[in-house]
């Protein structure tokens, strides 16, 4: 099982690749609604990648709330 | 070779809009348009921003199933899919539900409700018992009417991205155009109940593992999957695939009424005007959720 920081970093590079930002731009503690500039439709495919990638299931309900990297990677641990 | 293995064509002749002379005309309208080429109808769906479904969409929805009711006894499949990137179809119009019922009382709100609701319930019933086979292809969102859409499907085919919901418990409703009944014909009540009382939303492997999806495929590739598939049922006899799917594939109308009515007892509360108002107005990235 990866450690938290690897699940962090795994986010980062995902979400750097799919939204076509370069990886630098992106901090654990970024809000990642402004950084990734992301609307409700691309917070969907955000969250569809995620559990692809991870092999997780991540009810919605348990993001709501959630808007930084740090604590995203929190919640995929969880579930790994 | 291959190709005639698999049983396709060098010639496919595409009729489009305007069928020929012994079949009926198409529709070519803003919210969709379809094709009938070698047997296979295919209705794309191009309402921006994601096929919601209003009353323009309805009536061109009525129109295809008028036509699809003189197309289908030299049909063998049809493919529903979506043209748009976000998705399939994000359900109904919330917009023009709201705007609608804030210029009608509430008798005539309600009535304008159920007749809307029956009609759609009379295209999706001729979609779900068609004597054809009929294949959703799926991307994207697939949420609340659009999932009902790809209910009344015998076949789900969906891209590695969509997803599928029921968010309507957030409005004070629940599904209106026959996404219950449908979903327990063909799945447990328990998935009905996962869906519909948490309102979360399904990614296409967790739909497959249900039992709801046939095939997942890489994003991009529905649409070439349905038409894959829809090249083996060309080899099937039509008359067996109609007897075979009256057989598995009973219409709940019982149950589909009781739907209906439950949903316009519903639309009364003021918790509905209220939900509908929060979703027109939101903001939030996951406005769906409650």
């Not at chain 2, 076949?155 to 979903?183: H, S, T, V, W, Y």
Request: proline residues 4%; aromatic residues 6%.
């Amino acid at each position: 099982m990866p450690t938290a920081e690897q699940t962090l970093d795994e986010i980062l590079n995902l979400a750097a690749a799919h939204f076509r930002v370069p990886r630098e731009k992106l901090a654990p503690d970024d809000d990642f609604f402004k950084t990734l500039g992301l609307d409700s439709l691309q917070t969907l495919d955000l969250l569809t990648k995620l559990e692809n990638h991870f092999r997780v299931e991540l009810p919605d309900y348990e993001l709501q709330g959630v808007s930084d990297f740090r604590t995203l990677a929190g919640k995929i641990q969880a579930r790994l | 070779m291959l190709g005639e293995m698999l049983g396709t064509t060098k010639d496919t002749k595409v009729r489009e809009g305007k069928l020929e002379s012994k079949l009926v005309s198409g529709c070519g309208g803003s919210a969709l348009s379809w094709t009938l080429a070698e047997g296979v109808i295919e209705l794309a769906l191009h309402r921006a921003p994601c096929n919601e479904l209003g009353s323009a969409s309805l009536e061109e929805l009525e129109k295809f199933a008028s036509a699809l009711e003189s197309m289908q006894a030299e049909t063998h499949a049809l493919i529903i899919y979506s043209k748009l990137k976000p998705g399939f179809c994000a359900g109904a119009d919330l917009r023009e539900l709201y705007q609608q019922s804030q210029t009608m009382d509430k008798a005539e709100a309600v009535k304008g409700v159920r007749d809307f609701l029956e009609r759609i319930h009379r295209v999706l019933n001729l979609i779900d018992a068609a004597p054809l086979t009929t294949i959703a292809a799926v991307h994207g969102v697939t949420f609340g009417g659009g999932f009902e859409l790809a209910l009344a499907c015998d076949l789900i085919i969906a891209d590695k991205m969509a997803r599928f919901c029921f968010p309507e418990l957030r409005l004070g409703l629940i599904p209106g155009f026959g996404g219950i009944p449908r979903l327990k014909r063909d799945l447990g009540n328990a998935v009905v109940r996962d869906l519909l009382l948490t309102g979360r939303s399904f990614n296409a492997t967790k739909a497959q593992q249900i039992g709801l999806v046939s095939q997942v495929v890489g994003e991009g590739e529905a649409l070439r999957a349905a038409r894959a598939m829809a090249t083996q049922l060309r080899k099937f006899d039509r008359a067996t695939v109609a007897t075979a799917k009256k057989f598995i594939k009973p219409i709940p109308h019982e149950e589909l009424r009781q739907e209906i009515d439950i949903f316009c007892e519903l639309f009364t509360r003021p918790a509905v005007q209220a939900g509908l108002r929060k979703f027109v107005e939101s903001t939030d990235a996951q406005p769906y959720l409650p």
